[in-house]
C-alpha cells in the first residue's frame, strides 16, 4: 500500500510505501490521474518505481525529482524500460541523472546550442546495445515536443544506460571511449594506413581495446602469455602494440599487465597485416 505525498502529473506521483516507509516516484501510465495527496492506492500494474533515497552523480535523487520536470522523468523512464527488453534489470537510480541530463540537452536544442562529440562514432561501435536502446529518445522527443536530436545527444544517453547496466560511471565510459580511440589513432599513424572501419577486424580491434582498458582499471590480469610467439612471428605488429600499450598505460593512469602487449599485436596483425612490414 502507497500513500500519495506529491502528484507530479497524470502519469507520476511521489508516494510513500507504508511497508518500508521510504519515498518513491511511482511512474505509469495513469498513475497520478486523479490522485490526492494522503490518498492510500495499491500499485498499479506495469508502474515503476524509484527510490528517493538515493545519491546520484548529480546530487540527490530528492533534490533532483524536485527540479526536473515530470516530462523528463517519464522520458528517462520510457528509455529504461526499452533498455530493460535487452539487458534485463538495470541500475534504476540512473533514472533522475539520465532525465536531468535529457532537461538539459532540450534546453541546448532549444537555444540553438547542438552539441558536438568526436567519440560518437566509437561510443556506437563499442556500446552498439546500449546506444540502439538509447536512439528511441530521437522519436519521443520528436512525437512528444517537435524537437530533433541527432547521434551525439544519444550518444551521451547511451552513456548513462551502460553506466546503469554494469554500475559504472558514465565518466569512465568516457574514458574508455577516448582510450580506445587514441590507440586506434596511434595504430593507424604507425601504420601510416587508414583501418576500414567497417571490417570484422577493425570490430574486434574496438572491442578488444574495449575489455583491455577495463582489465587494466580492475587491475585484472590475462592467463596466458602470447609475448615471445608474437614478437617472434609478428615484430612490427608487436612493437607497435608495445607502443600503444605504454601510452594507453599513461592516459588512464594506471599499469599495463606485459601480457596485453602479445595480444593486441594479434589484433593488430589482424587489422593491418596488408600494411606493415615483415608479415
Request: aromatic share 6%; with cysteine; glycine share 6%.
Amino acid at each position: 500500500m502507497y500513500r500519495v505525498s506529491k502528484v507530479l502529473n497524470n502519469n507520476g506521483v511521489i508516494a510513500i510505501d507504508m511497508d518500508d516507509n521510504q519515498e518513491y516516484v511511482l511512474l505509469g501510465r495513469g498513475v497520478g490521474f486523479g490522485r490526492k495527496v494522503s490518498q492510500r492506492f495499491e500499485l498499479p500494474e506495469d508502474c515503476t518505481r524509484y527510490r528517493l533515497a538515493e545519491e546520484t552523480p548529480r546530487g540527490s535523487a530528492r533534490k533532483l525529482a524536485g527540479s526536473v520536470a515530470p516530462e523528463y522523468l517519464e522520458i528517462a523512464d520510457e528509455i529504461l524500460r526499452e533498455a530493460e527488453r535487452t539487458f534485463g534489470d538495470l541500475d534504476r537510480r540512473i533514472l533522475f541523472s539520465l532525465a536531468d541530463h535529457i532537461s538539459f540537452a532540450v534546453e541546448r536544442i532549444r537555444a540553438g546550442e547542438q552539441i558536438s562529440n568526436p567519440l560518437t562514432g566509437d561510443i556506437q561501435v563499442l556500446f552498439y546495445s546500449e546506444f540502439k536502446a538509447a536512439s528511441v529518445l530521437k522519436r519521443i522527443l520528436r512525437e512528444r515536443m517537435d524537437i530533433g536530436i541527432d547521434d551525439h545527444e544519444v550518444g551521451y544517453v547511451a552513456l548513462h544506460i551502460h553506466s546503469a547496466i554494469g554500475d559504472e560511471d558514465v565518466s569512465v565510459a568516457m574514458q574508455t571511449a577516448r582510450a580506445v580511440r587514441e590507440c586506434i589513432e596511434e595504430i593507424e599513424r604507425e601504420t601510416g594506413s587508414a583501418i576500414d572501419v567497417e571490417s570484422l577486424s577493425y570490430n574486434r580491434l574496438m572491442n578488444h581495446i574495449k575489455y583491455m582498458v577495463a582489465r587494466i582499471l580492475k587491475n585484472e590480469t590475462l592467463h596466458l602469455n602470447m609475448n615471445r610467439y608474437m614478437e617472434s612471428e609478428y615484430p612490427d605488429s608487436f612493437a607497435i602494440a608495445r607502443k600503444v600499450c605504454s601510452h594507453l598505460g599513461k592516459s588512464i593512469g594506471a599499469a599495463m599487465d606485459e601480457t596485453e602487449i602479445g595480444y593486441l599485436a594479434m589484433h593488430i596483425a589482424r587489422v593491418c597485416s596488408g600494411n606493415l612490414k615483415g608479415q
